[in-house]
Nanobody
Framework: QVSLVESGGGSVQAGGSLRLSCEASGNIYARTCMAWYHQAPGKEREPVAAIYNRNGKTLVRASVKGRFTIAQEKGSDTMIMDMRSLKPEDTAIYYC??????????????????WGKGTQVTVSS
């Protein structure tokens, strides 16, 4: 139906940068809204950023606002998230999600329909 494959995770020092990528395939109408979530050990998966490709609107959680930027590559099935000024508290598995509905307008309520397997981001002090 929809396949999502993340890449770009790794280990960095605090203050460093990473670019996460999500390559999507399958029914394009089932992935009009794309998002990044993360999950730290012992915690629930939570949203980080989202982009609704029908109108280009984005949503970024307060804790990463000004540091992370989400975008859809023009004419591509790849969604990226540029992360800079990384902090140890950003350490988590980052998951790509996709949905056929406006995940930005609903502020991530009810989650996403499809998920990738995740990519690990580790930020050391």
């Amino acid at each position: 139906q929809v396949s999502l494959v993340e890449s770009g995770g790794g280990s960095v020092q605090a203050g460093g940068s990473l670019r996460l990528s999500c390559e999507a395939s399958g029914n394009i109408y089932a992935r009009t809204c794309m998002a990044w979530y993360h999950q730290a050990p012992g915690k629930e998966r939570e949203p980080v950023a989202a982009i609704y490709n029908r109108n280009g609107k984005t949503l970024v959680r307060a804790s990463v606002k000004g540091r992370f930027t989400i975008a859809q590559e023009k004419g591509s099935d790849t969604m990226i998230m540029d992360m800079r000024s990384l902090k140890p508290e950003d350490t988590a598995i980052y998951y790509c999600g996709a949905d056929s509905t406006d995940c930005v307008g609903r502020s991530w309520l009810n989650g996403m329909q499809f998920w990738g397997k995740g990519t690990q981001v580790t930020v050391s002090s």
